[in-house]
């Protein structure tokens, strides 16, 4: 089974219907001609992690503990992966993975955490009592 959009191959996946459920179907055809892949590199989305790092197509890629929470865009090539904060080209690295892409988007649309600042004193722990 594929899933296309405006001829444009997205993703393959195995069929989930049995022999007999197929034969069953009425008025099948076969299938045209595949879909071509996109010309263009895949853009993704992915939040990175509070260790700064973000994993894509089952590789893990660090861009930097300054970038913990924020969704970053990246571009999925052939042989690279390029990692953009908005129009900034952060990293590009060697894909070393040939798995698909499972997720086109970040899970979810959050604002970037906030870190621990000095602002605010370290709470007093409560005395513990032992008899």
């Known amino acids: 089974m594929?899933?296309?959009t405006d001829?444009?191959?997205?993703?393959s996946?195995?069929?989930p219907l049995t022999t007999a459920e197929t034969a069953g179907i009425r008025d099948a055809h076969p299938a045209g001609p595949p879909p071509t892949p996109a010309p263009e590199p895949v853009r993704v989305e992915r939040r990175v992690s509070c260790r700064g790092t973000l994993v894509i197509a089952g590789q893990?890629?660090?861009?930097?503990?300054v970038h913990a929470g924020s969704?970053?865009?990246?571009?999925?090539?052939d042989t690279t992966f390029r990692v953009h904060d908005g129009d900034?080209?952060?990293?590009e690295v060697p894909r070393t993975t040939?798995?698909?892409?499972a997720r086109f988007k970040?899970?979810?649309?959050?604002?970037p955490r906030n870190r621990k600042s000095s602002d605010h004193p370290p709470q007093p722990r409560p005395a513990q009592w032992h008899p």
Not at 7 to 11: A, D
Not at 60 to 65: A, E, L, P, S
Not at 88 to 91: G, R
């Open 2 to 4: 594929q899933i296309t």
């Open 7 to 11: 001829s444009v191959l997205l993703r």
């Open 13 to 15: 996946l195995p069929n």
């Open 60 to 65: 893990r890629i660090h861009v930097g503990i």
């Open 71 to 77: 969704t970053l865009t990246v571009e999925a090539a």
């Open 88 to 91: 900034q080209l952060l990293t």
């Open 98 to 101: 040939t798995k698909d892409i």
């Open 106 to 111: 970040a899970r979810k649309p959050e604002p």
